[in-house]
């Protein structure tokens, strides 16, 4: 395989969909499609998320201290594409997405998603002098999932499918998934 040097970018970045929920001043709720998010440990599972410009969504987490992180699920994904592509300040989104409300927190969970969850931030780091890009580390305080992943006699890959999650790679929707490849340590004597 030949290699050739690009310049930085996210073309091959695969990315999960999230759609982050806070509620707007005026009580309703508001989302903002975001794939700028990863896990860490650090005496538990916490959630990592980048917001790296102005968005109604950034206001409130700033405001609130608090916001959901829901998968987008393929039923999800044209509201969620909605949400991602009109800004918040601009559109009133509360009323394309049906939604309940947290289990824990204060935070809006739309129904059609298949695992979200209730995240409040512990730490802000500042990227930039403007304060425009932030990274939010998190607490998971609470996971909402369709209770049909928590079969445990079928199939995670059978689940997995079900939930049908979407990720983004080159400005592109994927469908997650579709086949797996094989659990942890699978390939581990395989590989000589």
């Not at 700033?62 to 699920?73: E, H, L, M, P």
């Not at 509201?79 to 049906?98: E, Q, T, W």
Request: glycine share 10%; aromatic share 12%.
């Amino acid at each position: 395989m030949k290699k050739i040097s690009f310049p930085p970018g996210n073309a091959f970045c695969p990315a999960c969909l999230y759609l982050y929920g806070t509620y707007r001043e005026d009580g309703q709720p508001n989302y903002g499609l975001f794939t700028w998010a990863a896990y860490a440990w650090d005496e538990g599972l916490r959630f990592v998320a980048c917001i790296g410009e102005d968005k109604l969504t950034r206001d409130r987490i700033r405001a609130q201290g608090v916001f959901s992180a829901s998968v987008v699920s393929e039923a999800l994904l044209p509201a969620a594409d909605f949400c991602g592509n009109h800004a918040g300040y601009a559109v009133d989104k509360s009323r394309r997405i049906p939604s309940g409300r947290g289990a824990v927190l204060p935070v809006p969970v739309p129904e059609e998603s298949p695992w979200t969850l209730e995240l409040q931030v512990e730490k802000t780091l500042r990227l930039d002098e403007a304060g425009k890009s932030e990274i939010y580390l998190c607490a998971i305080r609470s996971v909402l999932g369709d209770a049909a992943l928590a079969e445990e006699g079928r199939p995670f890959a059978e689940r997995v499918r079900a939930a049908g999650p979407v990720v983004s790679i080159g400005q592109t929707y994927f469908a997650a998934g579709e086949r797996p490849l094989g659990a942890w340590g699978d390939w581990k004597d395989k590989w000589e």
